[in-house]
């Protein structure tokens, strides 16, 4: 078996600007066994996709503890590289964070810059680079280099004037960067000209989101970008497929 230290390795040597890496969005041992299955190598946890598993609601809705046991369950059904969205934290230790997400057996997270536990707000950009500085600390403590996603929703919830809101994207990924992250997610639907900003203005590689069915890797990679993953449009996709099978016997 493939020792985390690896893993981790694996997943990060798998952001290639241009020739991304595709993480399919699972939530349960069923979802990334259907991914594997079909020729990926690596996968994502995310929070909304899970939380909708258990009936609990997304923006931390859940327990730090709750999002482990799925992700322990995941991990001894599969033996590949998890990342994990642990959403703004869940209001624990950094430290805490990264012993429980290795302990469950995931090697890389993925942290966004919106505070749910104190009405949605959004970290200050310094402050969510001192959040992403406290996590690469605590991972630099162990034996394995756990691979930093860091996100900010900036475009998702429209903050701020739109003239310059690439520019302040940039500048907040960056000092994330410079924190210790490895990989940058200005998480939205972006036009051909944002998406080419970022990733030539982002210092580090840049996540995106991508839909399963509306859109596809070679224009993503055409942009730059070096890792996609699906959010809840995975799942979402599945649920519209089953809804087809299922409603003439209704």
């Given at each position: 078996m493939t020792t985390l230290s690896q893993k981790a390795s694996t997943l990060l040597s798998l952001h290639q600007p241009g020739d991304p890496v595709v993480l399919p969005t699972v939530w349960d041992a069923w979802s990334a066994n259907l991914a594997?299955?079909?020729g990926f190598t690596a996968l994502t946890v995310g929070s909304h996709p899970v939380s909708d598993s258990i009936g609990k609601p997304d923006n931390e809705g859940l327990r730090f503890d709750e999002l482990?046991?799925?992700?322990?369950?995941?991990?001894?059904?599969?033996?590949a590289p998890i990342s994990v969205d642990i959403e703004s934290g869940y209001g624990e230790d950094p430290k805490r964070l990264i012993e429980g997400l290795l302990e469950a057996g995931a090697v890389g997270l993925n942290i966004e810059d919106t505070v749910h536990s104190e009405g949605g707000r959004?970290?200050?950009?310094?402050?969510?680079?001192?959040?992403?500085?406290?996590?690469?600390?605590?991972?630099?403590?162990t034996d394995v280099h756990v691979v930093i996603n860091a996100r900010t929703d900036l475009f998702v919830k429209q903050i701020g004037d739109e003239n310059d809101r690439v520019d302040r994207a940039i500048a907040r990924l960056n000092l994330a960067a410079d924190a210790g992250a490895?990989?940058?997610?200005?998480?939205?639907?972006?036009?051909?000209?944002?998406?080419?900003?970022?990733?030539?203005?982002l210092s580090k590689p840049v996540n995106a989101i991508?839909?399963?069915?509306?859109?596809?890797?070679?224009?993503?990679?055409?942009?730059?970008?070096?890792?996609?993953?699906?959010?809840?449009?995975?799942?979402?996709?599945?649920?519209?497929?089953?809804?087809?099978?299922?409603?003439?016997?209704?």
């Open positions: 594997l299955s079909a482990l046991t799925r992700i322990v369950q995941i991990t001894a059904a599969v033996d959004l970290r200050e950009a310094q402050e969510h680079a001192d959040v992403v500085a406290a996590l690469r600390a605590a991972s630099d403590a490895d990989s940058l997610y200005p998480v939205g639907l972006h036009t051909p000209e944002v998406h080419q900003r970022l990733t030539s203005e991508g839909h399963p069915i509306k859109h596809d890797r070679a224009t993503l990679a055409g942009y730059g970008v070096a890792r996609i993953s699906f959010g809840p449009l995975f799942q979402a996709v599945l649920a519209e497929r089953a809804a087809e099978v299922l409603a003439p016997w209704a």
